[in-house]
């Protein structure tokens, strides 16, 4: 079993739509990440958060220490936000990261 | 532009070759990643340093060889690699290993 866990793996949506991505895992940890990677690789930091809940534009986080859960959420949904949406935890070392496998999000327009 | 770039890329290497990925910040950071993304699996650490220093290995086969000059490059010398080795291979940056880190757009590697 993966320490980092996340569901969908897979979600397609409509443009406008109100978007959720899981995140669970099993293990203690210091902070987590979101992640967005696009087609080509590369990778952009899209939140970084130990508690409650962070706003950016029309991207919220929420994470829960206490259930080991986090959610990303995308409000009015845009095909430009299709990609691949990733959560790592800093476990341990707070140096390292443990990867979610990443959630593929295509939004239709 | 996130402050942290890649070349080359794309590479394509016979499992004889001997080749360098090269990574460049200019963020001002102290720690700098290597990362391996292979197809349809997890990002894996694969090195880190602070300040220079090598901090992290994460159990890498030696034919990656991974040199910090300074602060703001980083390599990972390649020789000998196989096949299974092709991948995309991300370079990250943060001001220091508790800070959020920045990535550069990547390596896509094929050995062949």
């Known amino acids: 079993k993966n320490e980092v866990e996340q569901s969908p793996q897979n979600l397609t949506a409509q443009e406008g739509e109100f978007i959720t991505i899981n995140c669970s895992y099993s293990?203690?940890?210091?902070?987590l990440h979101w992640l967005q990677q696009h087609p080509g690789g590369g990778i952009v930091s899209l939140f970084m958060?130990?508690?409650g809940k962070k706003k950016h534009g029309r991207l919220i986080a929420t994470i829960n220490i206490q259930e080991k859960h986090s959610s990303l959420h995308i409000t009015a949904s845009h095909p430009r936000d299709s990609a691949v949406y990733i959560c790592?935890?800093?476990?341990?070392?707070?140096?390292?990261?443990?990867f979610g496998s990443g959630t593929q999000l295509t939004v239709l327009p | 532009e996130t402050g942290v770039t890649q070349t080359p890329r794309h590479l394509v290497m016979g499992m004889t070759n001997k080749k360098s990925l090269k990574c460049e910040q200019h963020?001002?950071?102290?720690?700098m990643y290597w990362y391996k993304q292979s197809a349809k699996k997890p990002l894996e650490l694969m090195f880190v340093?602070?300040?220079?220093?090598?901090?992290e290995n994460n159990s890498v086969p030696s034919r990656f060889s991974p040199e910090c000059p300074n602060s703001s490059h980083l390599f990972l010398h390649l020789h000998t690699l196989q096949p299974e080795d092709s991948a995309l291979y991300l370079c990250?940056?943060?001001?220091?290993?508790?800070?959020?880190?920045?990535f550069g757009p990547g390596t896509r590697l094929t050995v062949t």
């Open positions: 293990v203690g940890i210091s902070a």
């Open positions: 790592a935890v800093e476990t341990g070392s707070a140096r390292q990261l443990t």
């Open positions: 340093y602070n300040f220079k220093e090598q901090t």
């Open positions: 990250a940056s943060s001001q220091d290993p508790l800070w959020e880190q920045y």
């Open positions: 958060l130990s508690s």
């Open positions: 963020l001002g950071h102290n720690a």
